[in-house]
């Protein structure tokens, strides 16, 4: 089983979930397309790791309950080491090469990245601001674990912020002695 299968199948410890609920959840740090969810979706159910039920509201959507079988698999999984995390990013790249930038370019690319950055502090934050506002105590307990990872996301975006700020602060002093 892939990885992604078994991430997947930890999104619905929480509770029963569409694909395109799973998408939006796995967005906090994990990227999938449409595609490689519902394949690995497929592959899930014949395996008997999820059943599927049919949406009373809409008939075409099907939501995603974890069977026992599966949530057995997913107790030996996190028993298992685990991989270190993966990096791309391109901005960094591009910043590695601002020796050789004019100021206004190395300017813009932390410019953008800090814009990019709000945008993603703003949506983490809002997500918080739901879970906040759960008040039954077993509902707070079962988004426990979505709580430390939103958590996680706003503190690098706040890091990432103030990265940027230092950065733009070294990038002055370089050009001002120039």
């Not at 078994?6 to 959840?25: D, F, N």
């Given at each position: 089983?892939?990885?992604?299968?078994?991430?997947?199948?930890?999104?619905?410890?929480?509770?029963?979930?569409?694909?395109?609920?799973?998408?939006?959840?796995?967005?906090?740090?994990?990227?999938a397309h449409h595609s490689q969810i519902y394949t690995s979706l497929s592959k899930l159910l014949k395996e008997e790791y999820?059943?599927?039920?049919?949406?009373?509201?809409?008939?075409?959507?099907?939501?995603?309950?974890?069977?026992?079988k599966g949530?057995?698999?997913?107790?030996?999984?996190?028993?298992?080491?685990?991989?270190?995390?993966?990096?791309?990013?391109?901005?960094?790249?591009?910043?590695?090469?601002?020796?050789i930038l004019e100021k206004d370019t190395v300017r813009g690319l932390l410019f953008e990245r800090k814009q990019h950055q709000l945008k993603i502090l703003k949506r983490n934050q809002e997500k918080q601001e739901q879970i906040d506002q759960i008040t039954d105590p077993l509902e707070r307990q079962k988004?426990?674990?979505?709580?430390?990872?939103?958590?996680?996301?706003?503190?690098?975006?706040?890091?990432?912020?103030?990265?940027?700020?230092?950065?733009e602060e070294q990038v002055e002093a370089l050009f001002a002695k120039m």
């Open positions: 089983m892939n990885t992604l299968s078994y991430i997947l199948l930890c999104m619905l410890v929480r509770k029963p979930c569409t694909g395109y609920e799973l998408k939006q959840y796995l967005a906090l740090f994990w990227e999820v059943r599927v039920e049919n949406d009373e509201k809409h008939a075409q959507k099907k939501i995603y309950h974890l069977t026992e949530e057995k698999v997913v107790s030996i999984w996190i028993q298992e080491e685990t991989n270190e995390p993966s990096q791309k990013d391109e901005f960094l790249a591009k910043m590695y090469v601002a020796a988004n426990f674990g979505r709580f430390l990872v939103i958590q996680r996301k706003i503190r690098m975006c706040k890091e990432e912020l103030s990265w940027c700020q230092w950065a």
